[in-house]
């Protein structure tokens, strides 16, 4: 299976329910809008010349744009090449690394894209997120195109998602994830931890990390689930969040899921009702997690193995 057939397989089951969530801006989209948000947007991508193996960089805020950025990309066959906000005075350096065709970013980043512009020789088209800017489209235009969508051209084993560490030398490393192989240990993990249906999971890591993918999104989507996404867990209320949506699972590091324990033990009630999965991935503080959270009753603790990852570039490429 293809990464963003996880849409279509939700939609086919039950169209109406919502499978995207973005927290600041309490928007959402059902599995079918989602669904045809990804057609609309590897229509536009494919418009502006985006071929199979393709790189599509997102360099931007978490949110709901950005979800159909990444699938819209899969979409088209594209490779969703991440970076950082971080890494903004060092733009050059990622993005010269995968050489995007498309790079899609944030408004309030456009010095540190404008800055970078000569040196990114491979970018053929820069989008805007939140309206044409000197030298980018209009990401709503993007998303208005009327061309029918690509046909299907990704295999099951290319790469679809590309996000960077660094080295010990502090070069970029890129490191990616493949369709059917990340599909296949998602669907492992929700059974093994019997997430279903009728879950919620929030995730409030940064989109441009594998942990996201791995531990938050894929999951959920891979069992018809409902995925949230989150920028910043104190500044936008933490627990209270998880109680208005009824998450279920709770999917981050372990600095934001100790944060979350400490805040239970001053909130008024404690922890949500409705939470009952704990969810960290392999490396990112688990054992810390396990150690803070293991005396809570009803509350199981999972981690989620390192994902079969490859490094950029693909031998050969």
């Given amino acids: 299976m293809l990464l963003h057939q ?28 989602a669904t045809e948000a990804t057609d609309r947007v590897a229509a536009g991508l494919a418009a502006l010349g985006v071929e199979r193996g393709d790189r599509v960089g997102v360099f931007a805020h978490s949110g709901l744009d950005y979800l159909l950025a990444m699938f819209g ?41 404008d800055r970078h512009r000569g040196a990114l020789d491979s970018v053929e088209t820069y989008v805007c997120f939140d ?45 990616c994830l493949s369709h059917e192989p990340a599909c296949r240990a998602a669907r492992a993990l929700a059974e093994r931890l019997g997430i ?40 936008e209320g933490g627990l209270d969040v998880v109680d208005r949506l009824g998450a279920t699972v709770l999917a981050a590091d372990g600095p934001v899921l100790a944060a979350a324990h400490a805040e239970a033990g001053s909130r008024p009630g404690g922890l949500p009702a409705s939470l009952r999965l704990v969810l960290t991935g392999e490396g990112s503080g688990a054992a810390d997690v396990t150690r803070v959270w293991q005396d809570d009753p009803g509350i199981r603790l999972g981690e989620v193995p390192a994902p079969q990852m490859s490094p950029w570039p693909p031998a050969g490429g």
């Fill in 6 to 33: 996880l849409l279509a397989q939700g939609a086919a089951h039950h169209p109406d329910k919502i499978s995207l969530g973005w927290v600041k801006r309490d928007r959402a989209l059902s599995y079918a809008e």
């Fill in 73 to 113: 990309a899969w979409r088209a066959g594209a490779v969703a090449a991440l970076v950082d906000l971080s890494r903004a005075s060092e733009l050059d350096r990622y993005f010269g690394d995968c050489r995007p065709k498309v790079v899609i970013y944030t408004h309030d980043y456009f010095d540190a894209v």
């Fill in 196 to 235: 279903g249906a009728d879950d919620v999971s929030l995730g409030p890591t940064p989109l441009s990390g594998s942990d996201q993918m791995v531990v938050n999104l894929l999951p959920a989507l891979s069992v018809g689930a409902t995925c949230w996404v989150m920028n910043n867990w104190e500044s």
């Fill in 131 to 175: 309206g044409a800017q000197p030298g980018a489209m209009d990401w709503a235009d993007l998303l208005s195109c009327t061309h029918d969508p690509p046909s299907e051209v990704a295999a099951e084993g290319d790469i679809a998602h590309l996000s960077y560490t660094s080295d010990e030398t502090g070069r970029p490393a890129g490191l």
